[in-house]
């Protein structure tokens, strides 16, 4: 062989093996490749499969949220921008007193407001306004308003009180300017026109706008509130279609408003005004005295004929929309002029309190008519004096002199016991203030009122002061003028008190009287005390009455009080002063209280009296003339 075909032979031989066997592992790696491809390109089709499948089912959850789960709302505020409903406010109720004159009348007055869903402009995640913007620049070159303050309040479905109280003249000026602005409507609201803006406050309260954005007008204080839903009426309203520019394309029927009712008040105008001066006089004119209340009730059925408090404050300003300068004058008179004292104000009684420690003494056998005790100005324990208010005494004295003179030592032995006399204790004598429905709510139809205090002495540590302070109504004895009034009517009415209130009437519905308590006594101790208050006023502490009976002919009685209180330190006095006349009849109770003011004898007393008088001299003076004045008793 050639040697060169061997050594092709030999040498090549290997490399073709070698060669082939590459194409072999070649072959297989191919083959892997192909195989991981197919692998991988699969997974990813099952991942996209998946989140594509995700996407969809996201999308019909989220369908099914909005068009099955939320379809109610939704339905709702697409309405709302296609249907839009205006209000027609309704006239509310009127008030008058108990002989027909007007106390407060409804006057129509022009309202602007501005409807922010007439001008917003929605986008998917965010709002504009700009267009709410534009309708107050073109309004503010007629009216002066707030831009930037009215549009930091925008927010969806806001409707914004721009301009109140503007009369026919103020308005048609600017007329066509309203007219033209889409957000901008003009609303009539019968709005409220107090005849007695001062004298009356504490009862009639005001109406003002709610403090919540509801488009809603409603009483604040008096009976006002507390007459809301009957004064108020039932708002109307029609409906306007509007397409998706805001401009309107038809108007349909809607409801008709209904007019709130009116209500009379057992209320006398003219012996309000007589009593309001005469109290705003008084608190005036006496050194270091806070306030005051006068209260005049008819014993024979519980009607408030006044009820006046002073200071007081004008409810027309508030009905008007009051300046911050004169709010924050009023509640920074330290006379607060915003407190009815006559429900609202809890105050130790004094010795107008005795009438209820009387009772007790004599219905619990503690004490008859005739037993007595010799006071010489103070009763003495262990080294200690607890003083009479007249410091030498008043020498004999039974039950019926006691309250003549307010004398203290007799209710402090009948209460506390000493000596050899026996007492009622604080425990009966809580009991018999229940009874006299103190601590207890007359539930008089005005807001605020308190229920005062009655200690039964388990409330701290007691001791034998505390008793004797209870006894004449002070330390921890408290009570409303209210109150007060109540239980001097249980005598005056021959011992039934009749729950007190205002409004008689509504809609000339008759309100039946309610007693509140009764007959707690038995006759002959009732007795008692009751002509111990004609002593009072006869010749005793009350000695503005001393010649009632010569002026009038016929016996008053009543029951002064001087409580003692407290104040940075000092001691000072309340003036109290409760009464009624005829004494036979008991047809008026009055009830004067002056915070810090002085006397029961020396302050309340005398204007009591004059109150008193007033009543009688119209009374009388329109009997004689056959007017349809007179109080009658209603059954």
């Given at each position: 062989m050639d040697l060169q075909k061997f050594l092709e032979i030999e040498i090549y031989k290997p490399l073709k093996s070698v060669k082939r066997n590459f194409k072999v592992i070649d072959s297989l790696i191919k083959k892997d490749s192909e195989a991981l491809f197919d692998s991988k390109f699969s997974s990813y089709v099952n991942l996209f499969s998946i989140v594509f499948l995700l996407f969809i089912l996201i999308i019909f959850l989220r369908i099914f949220y909005l068009q099955v789960i939320k379809f109610s709302e939704?339905?709702?505020?697409?309405?709302?921008?296609?249907?839009?409903?205006?209000?027609?406010?309704?006239?509310?109720?009127?008030?008058l007193d108990r002989n027909g004159n007007f106390l407060v009348k409804n006057v129509p007055y022009f309202f602007i407001y501005q409807n922010v869903d007439k001008c917003l402009i929605r986008f998917a995640n965010s709002n504009n306004f700009d267009k709410c913007i534009e309708d107050l620049q073109v309004l503010s070159k007629s009216i002066e308003i707030d831009i930037k303050k009215i549009s930091e309040s925008y927010f969806p479905g806001r409707i914004i009180l721009i301009k109140k109280n503007l009369n026919k003249n103020q308005i048609t000026p600017f007329l066509t300017d309203i007219n033209s602005l889409k957000s901008i409507d003009l609303v009539v609201v019968p709005t409220r026109d107090y005849l007695y803006e001062e004298s009356m406050s504490h009862i009639l309260g005001y109406v003002s706008e709610s403090s919540n954005f509801d488009d809603k007008y409603e009483g604040k204080d008096g009976v006002e509130l507390y007459y809301n839903e009957v004064l108020s009426g039932t708002k109307g309203f029609t409906q306007k279609k509007y397409d998706s520019q805001n401009e309107l394309l038809d108007t349909f029927s809607g409801v008709s408003p209904i007019s709130g009712k009116n209500i009379k008040l057992s209320i006398d105008t003219n012996l309000q005004e007589f009593a309001y001066e005469k109290l705003k006089n008084k608190v005036q004119n006496t050194k270091d005295s806070t306030g005051g209340t006068v209260i005049v009730q008819d014993p024979r059925s519980g009607e408030i004929l006044a009820l006046v408090n002073y200071p007081s404050y004008s409810i027309q300003k508030f009905s008007d929309g009051i300046s911050n300068e004169d709010y924050q004058e009023l509640i920074n008179n330290p006379g607060k002029p915003f407190f009815n004292r006559a429900v609202s104000g809890a105050y130790p009684p004094g010795s107008v309190f005795k009438l209820v420690t009387a009772a007790g003494i004599l219905?619990?056998?503690?004490?008859?008519?005739?037993?007595?005790?010799?006071?010489?100005?103070y009763i003495e324990i262990k080294n200690y004096r607890y003083h009479n208010w007249k410091r030498d005494g008043h020498g004999e004295v039974d039950i019926t002199r006691a309250m003549k003179v307010s004398n203290d030592t007799y209710f402090y032995t009948y209460t506390a016991g000493f000596e050899d006399k026996k007492g009622l204790g604080v425990p009966k004598l809580y009991d018999w203030a229940n009874k006299f429905n103190f601590s207890k709510l007359t539930d008089i139809d005005l807001p605020g009122e308190v229920k005062g205090f009655m200690p039964d002495g388990t409330g701290k540590v007691w001791y034998l002061g505390d008793t004797f302070i209870t006894a004449i109504g002070q330390g921890d004895v408290l009570s409303t003028p209210l109150q007060a009034s109540v239980l001097m009517s249980y005598f005056a009415n021959n011992q039934k008190a009749f729950k007190?209130?205002?409004?008689?009437?509504?809609?000339?519905?008759?309100?039946?009287?309610?007693?509140?308590?009764?007959?707690?006594?038995?006759?002959?101790?009732?007795?008692?005390?009751?002509?111990?208050?004609?002593?009072?006023?006869?010749?005793?502490?009350?000695?503005?009455?001393?010649?009632?009976?010569?002026?009038?002919?016929?016996?008053?009685?009543?029951?002064?009080?001087?409580?003692?209180?407290?104040?940075?330190g000092v001691m000072k006095t309340h003036a109290w002063y409760s009464g009624f006349a005829p004494y036979d009849t008991g047809e008026?109770?009055?009830?004067?209280?002056?915070?810090?003011?002085?006397?029961?004898?020396?302050?309340?007393?005398?204007?009591?009296?004059?109150?008193?008088?007033?009543?009688?001299?119209?009374?009388?003076?329109?009997?004689k003339k056959k007017s349809p004045f007179k109080i009658e008793t209603k059954n």
């Open positions: 939704y339905k709702n505020l697409s309405e709302r921008n296609y249907l839009r409903g205006s209000v027609i406010y309704p006239s509310r109720g009127l008030i219905e619990e056998g503690i004490a008859n008519p005739k037993d007595s005790i010799f006071d010489r100005g007190p209130y205002i409004v008689s009437e509504i809609d000339d519905k008759i309100r039946k009287n309610q007693i509140l308590y009764s007959d707690l006594m038995t006759w002959s101790n009732f007795e008692i005390v009751k002509n111990s208050l004609k002593e009072v006023n006869k010749s005793g502490t009350a000695f503005p009455f001393h010649n009632f009976n010569n002026r009038w002919g016929f016996e008053s009685a009543g029951k002064t009080g001087t409580s003692e209180f407290l104040k940075k008026i109770v009055v009830t004067v209280f002056l915070e810090d003011g002085g006397g029961g004898s020396t302050d309340a007393a005398p204007l009591a009296r004059e109150v008193m008088d007033f009543y009688f001299d119209r009374k009388i003076s329109v009997d």
